[in-house]
């Protein structure tokens, strides 16, 4: 079980792109990404657990420390938005 | 007089001489957040400078050491100074860290052939101290048909290097935790582990060079499913194993591959406080 943002792809790219220019605005590298995950649906989603609410990033800082994860995370409609997927609603990617 | 060029060492307060290159990383992890005492400075001098001693240090292409508790240090790596991106769901503990094996893993942002590496020599290695519980488990590596990574199902380990499967000697059955290593050199195929009561073979195969390397972005924690190029990728098979280590360059005898992993031992327990299994 996963939890996340459930998103279209161009939203998912927005999120994405957002999440990296809040790192590299500070003159630091790209060291940390939510990602996306493809579903069967075509939808994508954007995960943010609570493990991932607790990370430290950087300096002491956790995600929603910084004003654009705050941005982001109202854009996405707030933790509350989030929502639990399965493997099973994973796009299969084959296997070794 | 000393030759300042040929004695390159940095001269802390407390009279501690630091090795520039683990100078250099520890100063990046620092800027980064990181905390690091006097005593894991010495211990990461040290392993830098064994490893220059031995010759092996030119090698090393690249190694993470993601013991710091922070994102942005434990993506940083030892060798390059260079930055990974953690990706999804990665726990980053005081000694380790842990993908959730559906999400999470570090995105190398580098390739494999950058620093050397052909089907002719390779060295993936990875320090664990939990097992993998999912199936198929990537450690280091990438690929789609030139697979070229190092993995794990639920009972044990398996090279796979340039698409060459058969080649690449078959699985051992092992608690899956301390130190792997998987080296191509010199026409042997040979994976290893370390764990605290010594290092032992577990496949060993010698054979002419075969498959093409894969050219896409190196992974760690999952496989990154694709033979193009960056940025293309294909997050797939992650590990939810905890990680003190993982890495690779260039292969090397047997012998060195025994000193580098007692060397990183040393390293991480010295550094970590915790004991390898």
Known sequence: MILGFKVIKEVKEIILEQIKNAQISRGVPHYWSTGGIELVDNYWLIPFTDSMIETVLREGKRPLDFPEGQQLLAMLGGLEARVLITQNDIKDVGGV | ?277
Not at chain 2, 7 to 30: E, F, H, N, Q
Not at chain 2, 147 to 156: L, Q
Not at chain 2, 236 to 249: C, E, H, L, P, S
């Open chain 2, 1 to 277: 007089m000393p030759n300042p060029l040929i004695i390159r060492r940095v001269l802390l307060s407390g009279g501690l001489r630091v090795d520039p290159d683990a100078a250099a990383y520890i100063a990046a992890i620092k800027a980064a957040g990181a905390t690091v005492s006097g005593a894991q400075t010495k211990f990461i001098s040290d392993f830098v400078t064994a490893e220059k001693t031995a010759n092996r240090w030119a090698g090393l292409g690249c190694l993470w050491f993601p013991v710091w508790g922070i994102a942005a240090a434990n993506a940083i790596c030892m060798k390059t100074l260079m930055s990974g991106t953690f990706v999804g769901s990665v726990t980053h503990a005081s000694g380790y860290i842990q993908g959730d094996g559906a999400t999470g893993y570090l995105n190398t942002g580098v390739v494999f052939s950058s620093y050397g590496l052909s089907p002719s020599t390779a060295y993936l290695f990875s320090l664990t101290t939990q097992q993998n519980t999912t199936n198929p488990a990537v450690f280091i590596g990438c690929g789609n048909v030139n697979t070229s990574y190092t993995y794990a199902n639920t009972t044990s380990y398996f090279p796979r290097w340039c698409n060459s499967a058969s080649q690449s000697g078959a699985g051992a059955t092992v608690t899956r935790t301390g130190i792997i290593s998987f080296n191509r050199f010199s026409g042997d195929r040979i994976l290893s582990r370390r764990i605290t009561a010594g290092k032992s073979t577990l496949a060993s195969v010698t054979n002419a060079d075969a498959g093409t390397l894969s050219a896409s972005t190196v992974f760690a924690l999952a496989n990154n499913g694709t033979d193009s190029v960056p940025p293309t990728i294909v997050p797939q098979f992650f590990n939810d194993a905890r990680f003190g280590a993982v890495g690779f360059g260039l292969g090397m005898t047997d012998a060195n591959d025994t000193a580098f992993t007692l060397n990183l031992k040393t390293l991480w327990e010295g550094v970590t406080g915790l004991v390898l299994p």
